[in-house]
């Protein structure tokens, strides 16, 4: 079966899997960012463009941020600094981290990459 989603200018067609993914299975990449029309469009665009696909996607916002969280199965998907590094180079996006299933901040190997957000803990 294929379902196709258009969220903004962005259109995705993927095959909708018959059995659900496990929990424990499942990896959130969560991006704060300033409020602005196209950082979600960006955000998106940088991960589908990356050939990644995800299991669901949210974005919950208020007057001035966005919290955009996108679902990963880690049986499809690995993730990496460089990711991260590509959606915190977006202008509006203030963080960006992997979380585990238990919604824990899921540590990465160490290639000299620190978030945003434990730099400026780090500079405290």
Same mark, same amino acid.
């Given at each position: 079966?294929?379902? @196709? ?8 067609? =993927?095959? !909708? #899997?018959?059995?659900?993914? #496990? ?9 704060? =960012?300033?409020?602005? #029309? ?8 940088? @991960? /589908?463009? =990356?050939?990644? !696909?995800?299991?669901?996607? $949210?974005?919950? /916002?208020?007057?001035? /941020?966005?919290?955009?969280? !996108?679902?990963?199965?880690? $049986?499809?998907?690995?993730? /990496? ?5 590509? @959606?915190?180079?977006? #202008?509006? @996006? ?6 585990? $299933? ?15 957000? $434990? ?6």
């Amino acid at each position: 079966m294929v379902r @196709v989603r258009t969220i903004g200018q962005l259109e995705f067609a =993927a095959d !909708i #899997p018959t059995a659900k993914c #496990p929990r424990e299975r499942l990896l959130w990449l969560q991006v704060r =960012a300033l409020h602005c #029309p196209l950082v979600f469009e960006r955000v998106l665009g940088l @991960v /589908t463009g =990356a050939a990644i !696909i995800p299991v669901d996607v $949210a974005l919950e /916002t208020d007057d001035r /941020t966005f919290v955009i969280e !996108i679902q990963f199965d880690r $049986a499809q998907f690995m993730p /990496t600094h460089w990711i991260l590094k590509q @959606v915190e180079g977006v #202008p509006s @996006v203030r963080s960006a981290e992997f979380l585990d $299933a238990s919604r824990r901040q899921l540590l990465l190997e160490s290639d000299g990459h620190r978030s945003k957000r $434990a730099a400026a803990a780090f500079r405290r």
